[in-house]
Antibody, heavy 120, light 110 residues
Framework: QEQLVESGGGVVQPGGSLRLSCAASGFTFSNYAMHWVRQAPGKGLEWVAIVWYDGSNKSYRDSVKGRFAISRDNSKKTLYLEMNNLRADDTAVYYC?????????????WGQGTLVSVSS | QSALSQPASVSGSPGQSITISCTGTSNDIGSYKYVAWYQQHPGKAPKLMIYEVNYRPSGVSNRFSGSKSGNTASLTISGLQAEDEADYYCSSYTTSGALGFGGGTKLTVL
């Protein structure tokens, strides 16, 4: 059964950095694109970034371009999100999600999320 | 970034049917079959309910159905049950290579 487990969240000061990880199991990780999606407290889902199955293509929402970097290690079946220069409006639960295909389409499996809180 | 439009809330009585709309543009819903719907209960991760406009994943009740016309997608839930009370989100792939989500619709079962 497909499983995604996020880790690395926590409290960080504005301007700080954090690295999120997402460990995948139960499926062939290298066959699928992967997403990060976030949800601010009491708000809706907001797509953050995607990386294709082989890492060859990456896309980001405008508000995180230049600050966040998505990457993957297919040998470790792990997805990453490196977050720099964090702002208060980055506070959210961050979900990793599997795409149905090798490039973008929709998310078919989701992790339970990890909370990132940016506060002084 | 692509943001799809959904009503903030809908409600219905047990046994009734409701429909949630999701309006996009020719750059997302209008261009792709990759329209999906997710259900999210409080404190839980989203769950895929409909994919590629009108297909249900294994295990999802056939009371859930989807459709699309032009730039607008719709989710219909028939025979409302108390357990259907949740937030519902639509998503669509976009021409910019991003994923767009709707703002979410809170379904209340009266």
């Amino acid at each position: 059964q497909e499983q995604l487990v996020e880790s690395g969240g926590g409290v960080v000061q504005p301007g700080g950095s954090l690295r999120l990880s997402c460990a995948a199991s139960g499926f062939t990780f290298s066959n699928y694109a992967m997403h990060w999606v976030r949800q601010a407290p009491g708000k809706g889902l907001e797509w953050v970034a995607i990386v294709w199955y082989d890492g060859s293509n990456k896309s980001y929402r405008d508000s995180v371009k230049g600050r966040f970097a998505i990457s993957r290690d297919n040998s470790k079946k792990t997805l990453y999100l490196e977050m720099n220069n964090l702002r208060a409006d980055d506070t959210a639960v961050y979900y990793c999600a599997r795409d149905r295909f090798q490039s973008g389409s929709y998310c078919d499996y989701w992790g339970q999320g990890t909370l990132v809180s940016v506060s002084s | 970034q692509s943001a799809l439009s959904q009503p903030a809330s809908v409600s219905g009585s047990p046994g009734q049917s409701i429909t949630i709309s999701c309006t996009g543009t020719s750059n997302d819903i209008g261009s792709y079959k990759y329209v999906a719907w997710y259900q999210q209960h409080p404190g839980k991760a989203p769950k895929l309910m409909i994919y590629e406009v009108n297909y249900r994943p294994s295990g999802v009740s056939n009371r859930f159905s989807g459709s699309k016309s032009g730039n607008t997608a719709s989710l219909t839930i028939s025979g409302l049950q108390a357990e259907d009370e949740a937030d519902y989100y639509c998503s669509s792939y976009t021409t910019s290579g991003a994923l767009g989500f709707g703002g979410g619709t809170k379904l209340t079962v009266l």
